[in-house]
C-alpha cells in the first residue's frame, strides 16, 4: 500500500510467503522462528516527493518499523518514482544489525 494524502505518507510492503515457505524448507535456515514474512511500514509521515532520509530522530518522531515478530527500528533511506519504491539501509533485528534492501514496483 503507498499513499499520499494532505502530504503525509503511508507505505506497507509485505513479504512474500512464497518466498518465506521456501526459505523454511532449509532446517538451518536463520529465519526459522518467523511465522510469517517481514513488513515494512512508515505512517504519516511528511512528504513532499523528495528522498526520505530515516535516522534514530526521525524514528522518535514517525511510526516506521520493520515488522518481523517484533517491530524493528531501521535506518537508511527511501526513494519514491514513478515506478518504484526503494529504501536500503540497516535494520537492527534480535539486536544484529543487518542490510536492508528493498525495491518494490508501484501499482
Known amino acids: 500500500m503507498f499513499s ?9 510492503i509485505n513479504g512474500s510467503d512464497a518466498i518465506l515457505d521456501e526459505l523454511m524448507k ?12 517481514p513488513r515494512i511500514y ?26 518481523m515478530m517484533e517491530h524493528n527500528d531501521f535506518t537508511g533511506s527511501l526513494e519514491v518514482t514513478d515506478s518504484s519504491i526503494h529504501i536500503w ?7 544484529t544489525a543487518l542490510l536492508l534492501v528493498i525495491s518494490a514496483e508501484r501499482n
Open 4 to 12: 499520499v494524502e494532505n502530504d503525509l505518507l503511508t507505505l506497507e
Open 26 to 37: 532449509d532446517d538451518d535456515c536463520k529465519w526459522s522462528w518467523a511465522l510469517y514474512p
Open 42 to 67: 512508515l505512517h504519516a509521515v511528511p512528504y513532499n516527493g523528495n528522498a526520505i532520509v530515516i535516522d534514530h530522530d526521525f524514528l522518535n518522531q514517525y511510526e516506521a518499523a520493520l515488522y
Open 89 to 95: 539501509g540497516q535494520v537492527f533485528i534480535d539486536g
